[in-house]
């Protein structure tokens, strides 16, 4: 069992930077593969990134590549996922989840999320 809390989301203008968090408990971070995921209204959820349970390999979708990073620090349990050079487009809520590193790609659907946390890019 895990159990994830987002934090982090905020408003935010276009070209700046946020940090949200993803806080897991009940099962270590470590043993979980982590992906942040968004969805804006009347959109379909979409990957955003991903990280390997030992932190070694990480996966971005092409349109956040070299603006957006996952790191992982599993003595807090946490994931992170440093956004810089917003853009409007990012406006979403965004969620992680846990399992596999299939799961965390969004290749297969996961069994645990967090609530998740709203990131506002104004223009």
């Not at 982590?34 to 209204?41: E, H």
């Not at 990480?58 to 956040?64: E, G, K």
Request: charge should be positive; proline fraction near 3%.
């Amino acid at each position: 069992q895990v159990q994830l809390v987002e934090s982090g989301g905020g408003l935010v203008q276009t070209g700046g930077s946020l940090r949200i968090s993803c806080a897991a408990s009940g099962r270590t971070v470590s043993s979980n593969a982590v992906g942040w995921f968004r969805q804006a209204p009347g959109k379909e959820r979409e990957f955003v990134a991903a990280i390997s349970a030992s932190g070694g390999d990480t996966y971005y979708a092409d349109p956040v590549k070299g603006r957006f990073t996952i790191s992982r620090d599993n003595a807090k349990n946490t994931v992170a996922l440093q956004m810089n050079s917003l853009k409007p487009e990012d406006t979403a809520a965004y969620y992680c989840a846990a399992g596999t590193t299939a799961q965390a790609m969004g290749l297969r659907p996961a069994d645990y999320w967090g609530q998740g946390t709203q990131v506002t890019v104004s223009s």
